[in-house]
């Protein structure tokens, strides 16, 4: 399976916000390319809803290719996510969104994707601010 992860990635991206995106012009990573595309708007979506309430909307998507693993990197200028909460983000149903606006899956059943596919994915907080969630996919050949 082929993919261009760039074009996974403008689809999610539709508002006022500053874009940065950096990769290479093909990747390829094996898998299902329909929720591999899921699992990177769902980051983009939380980093867009993160961001709401900040001035500068700075949206930064980098990929890279490290010794046989693709690494998506999906960084956002929000508020980031409290200590406390690192761990449970991906915990189903946990949401600070309020009733009828997150379902709270979303992290949860990206997490679920990535682990099919051999990979992982992280949650931090970057040392300037906002959240970091990265993506880790093997690079094996079909
Ligand atoms: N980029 C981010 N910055 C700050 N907090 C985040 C970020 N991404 C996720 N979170 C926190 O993690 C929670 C869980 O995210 P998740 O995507 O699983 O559910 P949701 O976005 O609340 O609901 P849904 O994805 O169903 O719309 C969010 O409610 C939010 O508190
Ligand atoms: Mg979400």
Same mark, same amino acid.
């Given at each position: 399976v082929v993919e261009t992860a760039v074009q996974w990635v403008v689809k999610g991206a539709r508002q006022e916000l500053e874009v940065v995106i950096e990769a290479p012009s093909l990747l390829e990573v094996t898998g299902h390319p329909g929720q591999l595309q899921q699992v990177i708007m769902n980051l983009v979506q939380n980093a867009v809803d993160a961001m709401?309430?900040?001035? !500068? !909307?700075r949206l930064e998507v980098h990929v890279h290719e490290i010794g046989g693993e693709v690494r998506v990197r999906v960084r956002d200028?929000? *508020?980031?996510?409290a200590e406390s909460d690192l761990v449970r983000v %991906?915990? *189903?149903? %946990? &949401? &600070?969104?309020p009733v009828g606006q997150g379902t709270g899956l979303g992290l949860s059943i990206s997490y679920g994707i990535v682990a099919e596919h051999g990979g992982d994915l992280v949650a931090a907080n970057h040392p300037d601010g906002g959240a970091v969630f990265t993506v880790t996919l093997p690079t094996e050949a079909v």
């Open positions: 709401r309430d900040v001035e !500068r !909307r200028a929000g *508020p980031g996510i %991906f915990d *189903p149903f %946990f &949401t &600070t969104k």
